[in-house]
Protein backbone atom coordinates (compact mmCIF):
# COMPACT_ATOMS: atom_id res chain seq x y z
CA UNK A 1 0.00 0.00 0.00
CA UNK A 2 1.06 3.59 -0.34
CA UNK A 3 2.82 5.21 2.57
CA UNK A 4 0.64 8.00 2.33
CA UNK A 5 -2.26 6.02 1.99
CA UNK A 6 -1.34 4.05 5.39
CA UNK A 7 -0.34 7.02 7.12
CA UNK A 8 -4.25 8.41 6.25
CA UNK A 9 -5.28 4.97 7.61
CA UNK A 10 -3.06 4.41 10.79
CA UNK A 11 -3.96 7.74 11.88
CA UNK A 12 -5.49 8.12 15.27
CA UNK A 13 -6.57 10.82 18.20
CA UNK A 14 -4.16 10.31 20.75
CA UNK A 15 -5.13 10.91 24.31
CA UNK A 16 -1.91 10.82 26.34
CA UNK A 17 1.26 11.92 25.82
CA UNK A 18 4.83 12.17 27.31
CA UNK A 19 5.64 15.56 29.12
CA UNK A 20 8.05 16.80 26.34
CA UNK A 21 7.18 19.14 23.56
CA UNK A 22 8.00 18.21 20.26
CA UNK A 23 11.48 18.77 18.75
CA UNK A 24 12.35 21.91 16.75
CA UNK A 25 13.20 20.44 13.41
CA UNK A 26 10.04 18.02 13.85
CA UNK A 27 7.66 21.24 14.57
CA UNK A 28 8.98 22.96 11.60
CA UNK A 29 8.08 19.80 9.41
CA UNK A 30 4.39 19.88 11.03
CA UNK A 31 3.85 23.49 10.54
CA UNK A 32 5.16 23.80 7.05
CA UNK A 33 2.41 20.69 6.58
CA UNK A 34 0.05 23.09 7.54
CA UNK A 35 1.06 26.10 5.32
CA UNK A 36 1.21 23.48 2.49
CA UNK A 37 -2.35 23.31 2.81
CA UNK A 38 -4.67 23.67 -0.23
CA UNK A 39 -6.76 27.15 -0.24
CA UNK A 40 -10.16 28.42 -1.87
CA UNK A 41 -8.48 30.54 -4.96
CA UNK A 42 -5.44 30.40 -2.98
CA UNK A 43 -6.26 32.81 0.15
CA UNK A 44 -3.85 31.20 2.25
CA UNK A 45 -5.89 32.78 5.05
CA UNK A 46 -4.68 31.50 7.59
CA UNK A 47 -2.86 31.76 10.47
CA UNK A 48 -0.97 28.82 12.39
CA UNK A 49 0.58 29.46 16.22
CA UNK A 50 2.31 26.66 17.62
CA UNK A 51 3.00 26.86 21.72
CA UNK A 52 5.71 24.95 22.07
CA UNK A 53 5.92 25.22 26.07
CA UNK A 54 3.32 23.52 28.42
CA UNK A 55 3.44 27.26 30.25
CA UNK A 56 2.35 28.35 26.76
CA UNK A 57 -0.66 26.29 26.45
CA UNK A 58 -1.49 26.78 30.37
CA UNK A 59 -1.69 30.41 29.68
CA UNK A 60 -3.96 30.17 26.40
CA UNK A 61 -6.61 27.62 28.93
CA UNK A 62 -6.23 30.82 31.67
CA UNK A 63 -7.35 33.32 29.00
CA UNK A 64 -10.31 31.19 27.88
CA UNK A 65 -11.39 30.34 31.91
CA UNK A 66 -10.48 26.53 31.22
CA UNK A 67 -10.42 24.30 33.98
CA UNK A 68 -8.63 20.99 33.36
CA UNK A 69 -6.48 20.04 30.31
CA UNK A 70 -8.12 19.61 26.96
CA UNK A 71 -4.67 19.24 25.90
CA UNK A 72 -4.49 15.78 27.96
CA UNK A 73 -0.75 16.70 28.75
CA UNK A 74 1.37 17.47 25.72
CA UNK A 75 3.54 20.56 25.66
CA UNK A 76 2.93 20.98 21.98
CA UNK A 77 -0.04 22.79 20.68
CA UNK A 78 -0.89 23.92 17.16
CA UNK A 79 -3.73 26.69 16.75
CA UNK A 80 -5.06 27.15 13.51
CA UNK A 81 -6.99 30.67 12.69
CA UNK A 82 -8.94 31.56 9.31
CA UNK A 83 -9.64 35.05 8.10
CA UNK A 84 -13.44 35.64 7.91
CA UNK A 85 -13.20 37.74 5.09
CA UNK A 86 -12.19 34.69 3.06
CA UNK A 87 -14.10 32.37 0.56
CA UNK A 88 -14.18 29.36 2.69
CA UNK A 89 -12.29 30.34 6.14
CA UNK A 90 -12.52 26.97 8.50
CA UNK A 91 -12.72 24.88 5.53
CA UNK A 92 -8.81 25.76 4.32
CA UNK A 93 -8.22 26.23 8.30
CA UNK A 94 -9.05 22.34 8.40
CA UNK A 95 -6.82 21.29 6.21
CA UNK A 96 -4.22 22.83 7.62
CA UNK A 97 -4.95 21.07 10.66
CA UNK A 98 -5.58 17.44 8.79
CA UNK A 99 -2.35 18.02 7.05
CA UNK A 100 -0.59 18.54 10.64
CA UNK A 101 -2.34 15.64 12.17
CA UNK A 102 -0.99 13.29 9.11
CA UNK A 103 2.15 14.76 9.15
CA UNK A 104 2.49 14.09 12.68
CA UNK A 105 1.53 10.65 12.59
CA UNK A 106 4.11 10.12 10.07
CA UNK A 107 6.81 11.26 11.78
CA UNK A 108 5.89 8.99 14.82
CA UNK A 109 4.04 11.59 16.96
CA UNK A 110 0.61 11.21 18.05
CA UNK A 111 -1.71 13.95 17.67
CA UNK A 112 -5.81 15.38 18.46
CA UNK A 113 -7.92 17.59 17.46
CA UNK A 114 -8.98 19.69 20.18
CA UNK A 115 -11.88 21.85 19.91
CA UNK A 116 -11.74 24.18 23.12
CA UNK A 117 -9.76 27.38 21.08
CA UNK A 118 -13.36 27.85 19.31
CA UNK A 119 -14.83 29.24 22.64
CA UNK A 120 -11.13 30.39 23.96
CA UNK A 121 -10.33 33.27 21.71
CA UNK A 122 -14.28 34.56 22.39
CA UNK A 123 -13.57 35.72 26.04
CA UNK A 124 -12.03 39.07 26.41
CA UNK A 125 -8.59 37.76 27.43
CA UNK A 126 -8.38 35.39 24.73
CA UNK A 127 -8.98 38.23 22.77
CA UNK A 128 -5.91 39.93 24.31
CA UNK A 129 -3.91 37.08 23.80
CA UNK A 130 -5.22 36.53 20.08
CA UNK A 131 -3.35 40.46 19.61
CA UNK A 132 -0.60 39.75 21.61
CA UNK A 133 0.30 36.97 18.92
CA UNK A 134 0.15 39.02 16.42
CA UNK A 135 -3.15 37.88 14.57
CA UNK A 136 -5.65 39.96 13.68
CA UNK A 137 -8.90 40.12 15.29
CA UNK A 138 -10.81 39.68 11.29
CA UNK A 139 -9.56 35.94 12.23
CA UNK A 140 -11.13 32.81 14.33
CA UNK A 141 -9.91 30.14 16.03
CA UNK A 142 -11.34 27.18 13.88
CA UNK A 143 -9.52 23.98 15.76
CA UNK A 144 -5.99 23.18 17.37
CA UNK A 145 -4.05 20.13 17.78
CA UNK A 146 -2.34 18.69 20.88
CA UNK A 147 0.56 16.62 19.30
CA UNK A 148 3.34 14.96 21.13
CA UNK A 149 5.08 11.62 21.88
CA UNK A 150 2.11 8.77 22.68
CA UNK A 151 2.91 7.66 26.31
CA UNK A 152 1.14 4.10 25.39
CA UNK A 153 0.03 2.15 21.93
CA UNK A 154 -2.19 3.58 19.48
CA UNK A 155 -5.87 3.15 20.62
CA UNK A 156 -7.32 0.95 17.63
CA UNK A 157 -9.33 2.01 15.07
CA UNK A 158 -12.89 3.25 15.21
CA UNK A 159 -15.67 0.87 13.38
CA UNK A 160 -16.22 3.10 9.93
CA UNK A 161 -20.50 3.45 9.73
CA UNK A 162 -22.36 1.82 6.68
CA UNK A 163 -23.63 4.15 4.38
CA UNK A 164 -21.08 6.90 4.24
CA UNK A 165 -19.70 5.88 1.22
CA UNK A 166 -21.45 5.40 -2.57
CA UNK A 167 -19.96 4.31 -5.65
CA UNK A 168 -22.16 5.59 -8.90
CA UNK A 169 -20.59 3.87 -12.41
C1 LIG B 1 -13.88 19.02 14.38
C2 LIG B 1 -13.33 18.03 15.38
C3 LIG B 1 -13.33 18.35 16.72
C4 LIG B 1 -12.77 17.47 17.66
N1 LIG B 1 -12.66 17.87 18.96
C5 LIG B 1 -12.06 17.06 19.85
C6 LIG B 1 -11.81 17.51 21.19
O1 LIG B 1 -12.09 18.64 21.56
N2 LIG B 1 -11.24 16.63 22.05
C7 LIG B 1 -10.89 15.35 21.68
O2 LIG B 1 -10.38 14.60 22.51
N3 LIG B 1 -11.07 14.92 20.40
C8 LIG B 1 -11.62 15.74 19.48
N4 LIG B 1 -11.76 15.34 18.18
C9 LIG B 1 -11.27 14.00 17.77
C10 LIG B 1 -12.41 13.02 17.48
O3 LIG B 1 -13.05 12.67 18.68
C11 LIG B 1 -11.81 11.80 16.75
O4 LIG B 1 -11.29 12.20 15.53
C12 LIG B 1 -12.85 10.70 16.54
O5 LIG B 1 -13.29 10.14 17.76
C13 LIG B 1 -12.32 9.56 15.66
O6 LIG B 1 -11.15 8.99 16.22
P1 LIG B 1 -9.79 8.91 15.38
O7 LIG B 1 -9.35 10.34 15.11
O8 LIG B 1 -8.82 8.18 16.26
O9 LIG B 1 -10.08 8.20 14.10
C14 LIG B 1 -12.30 16.21 17.24
C15 LIG B 1 -12.31 15.89 15.87
C16 LIG B 1 -12.80 16.79 14.96
C17 LIG B 1 -12.75 16.44 13.48
Known amino acids: ?18 PKPVDRGQLFFLVQAGDFAPSAM ?7 VALSSRARIDEMLAAGGIEGDPYYG ?3 A ?14 GASLSLENM ?9 GSC ?44 PKPRKQGVVTIID
Open 113 to 156: WIHAVTRIFTTEAGKELQKNWGVPENFFAVGSIAVGTPAGPLPD
Open 42 to 48: NQQGRKI
Open 78 to 91: IVVFADKDCIAPAE
Open 101 to 109: MLAAHAMGL
Open 1 to 18: MNELINTILERRSVREYQ
Open 74 to 76: AET
